[in-house]
């Protein structure tokens, strides 16, 4: 896909804890043949109140017309739509490489350090490196650690808070 | 009042049913809903059931029902098949902004998931093309889904709900307490009107010079018709409809101008970018309205009325949009309103109207050649019902004959597929108008492939004795394809022939009087024969087999493309 002229958006989505929801929303994306980068489903601060976090790269003027058309699901409570700058986002990735080269010099040591990550399990076959961080600290750890052989990668969705001092939902739940 | 008793899950179903005032429901039984049926037997009296001949038809028939009527139209059938089977329907409700609740049958609970027989996923195919699809498992859930269900479906931008019962919900005991629902905490169905852009949107209008009103369905739905008029008279706008809005305003309004889009009036199209304000109520910019959207209206401010935000900005762009139920902002923009003058504006849409009467418009209604027109045929069936019937349409040639060639005189008389163009749409839809409205004349034109896409519903005409008058303009062709062939496709005619049965004894084998008409000389007189006679008619008209629907202006194109004669 063609991201030069298109910006990482993030969705965020609130609704009621209700069955299919998610293929309701995601055909949202599919019809428009916009891709999900990444989809985080879990509970929000308020009970029984569901929280999307969903990324994808678009253009202004579809997003605004995704988030509406997400927003009329009956059971959608409201959707919003932030660029980087507005919202503190985080990733979880895990990293599996040989205790072998682990153990061969200390280079991964220190790049965990580096990269403020950390060793979660060790045996003498495998050692799992585990690192919380932006999509593209984790993404530079792994062309780091790529040299030296990983085993198994995996990353979850990135999820994300906005730099304003409430959940936005406050307004809605009320009524 | 204590209604509180236990009964079952059905007769639960039976009583909130009559809560909501549904009096009349479409359907056709099966497996998995013969529960629903068992109980049905016991409220025959209140709640009349219509047995169709195929679920599709269920569905359109209740479509034709709630757009004739403006109530919720009910569909009961069986799961799997008889699920599947309404999916065409529901989508074109949806598409239609049409309120219906399709009632569905499925396997019991456990087996939910298990490909049992006759399961079927009808909520999870029905999502993409429902305002709200549910499944109740339980028979405790009824009212509450019941509730649910009318409340969305009718609120709001209306649309279609599907509600899935299982089996063992149908015949499960439950405490039967009714409450109507009024409102989701989810669910905005109105949004709340912003003052300032009710009074940006009177800024605009009186500073304009040339206003044009593009006035859809949205009116009917919102029953806004008399503030409409109101709103148009005060500032002066003409106006022009969209296939759905054909009847919202009277023929003979002098602010009508017509009809927009692919195949609508010379004037609306051209001067849709002429006009320096545009103000669009309750419609949504179909591609078949706007054409080329890079030179649709690019000299005009733009308002757009409507209800659903989704809507606005999703097709063009505009500049002030007036969110709300216009029942309430047409008055409240109008109030802001003051009186104006357009007349040479308005009297320039008359030119060129005229010249399309002139080019295209005389020749079809009056037609001189060998063969009646359609147009001909149609305009008699107007004329000779006081421009007073109920229109309905299928799809095709004849669908944009009818809309251009029948007059209305009242709201809610033009009952067509719009979005979805679903051949087969009009003869179920004529039967549940006429069900809903057996005061009103009710006349169908459809073509001789649409008919026969629904034409098992016969059986429903007779069966039911849906007195409507059938008009069957026969071209033998598929012929709104054959004339895109004719135009775009070098006259390869690719499977568009049709080698038809003979529909009169088709009518006849279900005792319905029916009549065919070759010549001219017969046509006026076998329409009179049609309307006169106490019962359902279907009339077939052989028509001009190479007929043209002009002007038409060719898809993805700006309206100063527009073709004019053949
Ligand atoms: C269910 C469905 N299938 C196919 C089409 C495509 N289609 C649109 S108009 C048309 C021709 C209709 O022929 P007929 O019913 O004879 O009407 P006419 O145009 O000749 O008046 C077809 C095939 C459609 N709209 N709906
Ligand atoms: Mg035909």
């Not at chain 1, 293929?23 to 489903?41: A, H, M, W």
């Not at chain 2, 309205?289 to 690019?298: E, F, H, L, M, R």
């Not at chain 2, 935000?309 to 216009?326: F, I, Q, R, S, T």
């Not at chain 2, 209604?365 to 000779?384: D, P």
Request: aromatic letters at 8%.
């Amino acid at each position: 896909m063609n991201t030069n002229t298109q910006t990482l958006y993030t969705v965020t989505v609130y609704s009621e804890n209700h069955v299919g929801l998610l293929t309701q929303i995601s055909n949202i994306f599919t019809r428009r043949f916009i891709n999900i980068e990444s989809l985080t489903v879990s509970a929000s601060a308020m009970k029984g109140v569901h929280k999307f976090t969903i990324t994808c790269y678009c253009d202004e003027k579809l997003i605004e017309k995704l988030v509406r058309q997400i927003e009329k699901k009956i059971d959608v409570l409201t959707a919003y739509c932030y660029v980087d700058d507005e919202i503190i986002s985080r990733e979880i990735a895990l990293f599996k490489v040989t205790t072998e080269t682990l153990m061969a010099n200390n280079a991964i040591e220190s790049m965990v350090n580096r990269y403020n990550a950390k060793i979660i399990e060790v045996n003498s076959l495998y050692t799992v490196i585990e690192k919380t961080g932006g999509k593209a600290e984790i993404q530079q750890l792994f062309g780091e650690l790529e040299p030296f052989g990983i085993l198994q990668f995996v990353r979850s969705g990135s999820v994300s808070i906005t730099r304003s001092k409430y959940e936005h939902l406050s307004d809605v739940t009320m009524c | 009042m204590d209604n509180k008793e236990s009964v079952s899950g059905s007769v639960s179903l039976m009583k909130s049913l009559m809560e909501e005032g549904t009096d009349t429901v479409f359907g056709y039984p099966g497996g998995q809903i013969i529960p629903v049926f068992d109980a049905l037997f016991d409220y025959r009296q209140k709640l009349k059931h219509i047995l169709v001949r195929h679920e599709q038809g269920a569905v359109h028939a209740a479509q034709g029902y709630s757009r004739a009527s403006g109530k919720t139209g009910v569909v009961l059938v069986t799961s799997g098949p008889g699920a599947t089977n309404t999916v065409t329907g529901i989508a074109d409700a949806m598409i239609d902004s049409t309120p219906i609740v399709v009632i569905t049958g499925q396997v019991v609970s456990p087996l939910l998931g298990t490909d049992a027989f006759q399961e079927v996923d009808i909520v999870g195919i029905s999502q993409p093309v429902t305002k709200w699809s549910y499944q109740v498992r339980r028979a405790d859930e009824i009212a509450w889904a019941v509730a649910q269900a009318f409340y969305i479906a009718s609120s709001g931008r209306p649309g279609p709900v599907l509600l899935d019962f299982t089996k063992d919900a149908q015949v499960a005991m439950t405490n039967h307490h009714y409450e109507k629902c009024t409102s989701i905490r989810s669910y905005l169905p109105v949004p709340k009107i912003d003052r300032n852009s009710v009074w940006q949107a009177a800024e605009l209008i009186n500073s304009a010079q040339k206003p044009l009103a593009l006035v859809g369905q949205g009116v009917e739905i919102g029953r806004a018709e008399q503030e409409l008029i109101e709103f148009l008279e005060k500032a002066q706008i003409p106006a022009a409809w969209t296939l759905l809005g054909a009847s919202v305003m009277p023929f003979d309004h002098p602010l009508n101008k017509g009809m927009l889009g692919m195949h609508g009036n010379l004037a609306p199209n051209l001067k849709t970018n002429e006009c320096d304000v545009l103000v669009a109520i309750g419609m949504r910019f179909d591609d078949r309205v706007i054409g080329d959207v890079n030179s649709y209206a690019t000299q005009a401010k733009i308002i757009h009325f409507d209800i659903d935000p989704a809507e606005v900005g999703k097709n063009v762009d505009v500049d002030v949009p007036v969110l709300g139920d216009v029942k309430e902002t047409l008055p409240a923009v109008a109030k802001l309103l003051r009186q104006a003058d357009h007349d040479d504006w308005i009297e320039s849409f008359n030119t060129v109207n005229g010249e399309e009467y002139d080019k295209v418009i005389v020749n079809e209604i009056y037609c001189q050649g060998e063969h009646i027109a359609m147009g001909e045929a149609v305009r008699i069936v107007s004329e000779k019902t006081d421009n007073s019937a109920i229109i309905v349409t299928d799809v095709g040639q004849n669908q944009m004959m009818a809309a251009r060639y029948s007059k209305r005189r009242f709201p809610r008389s033009f009952i067509s597929s719009g979005g979805l163009g679903t051949m087969g749409f009009g003869l179920p839809a004529a039967i549940g108008a006429k069900i809903a409205r057996p005061d009103r004349t009710v006349c169908l034109f459809c073509g001789d492939g649409g008919i026969q896409m629904c034409i098992q519903e016969l059986g429903t005409v007779m069966q039911s004795n849906v007195k409507i008058k059938i008009i069957v303009l026969n071209n033998r062709y598929l012929g709104m394809v054959r004339q895109w062939q004719e135009m775009f496709f070098n006259k390869r005619y690719s499977e568009t022939p049709m080698l038809n049965p003979d529909f009169v004894k088709i009518a006849d084998a279900y005792r319905i009087k029916g009549r065919k008409v070759t010549k001219r000389e017969e046509l006026e007189e076998a329409v009179a024969e049609m309307l006169e006679h106490n019962g359902a008619y279907l009339l077939v008209v052989d028509v001009e087999k190479k007929g043209m629907v002009l002007p038409m202006i060719p898809p993805g194109m700006d309206a100063s493309n527009i073709i004019m004669e053949k």
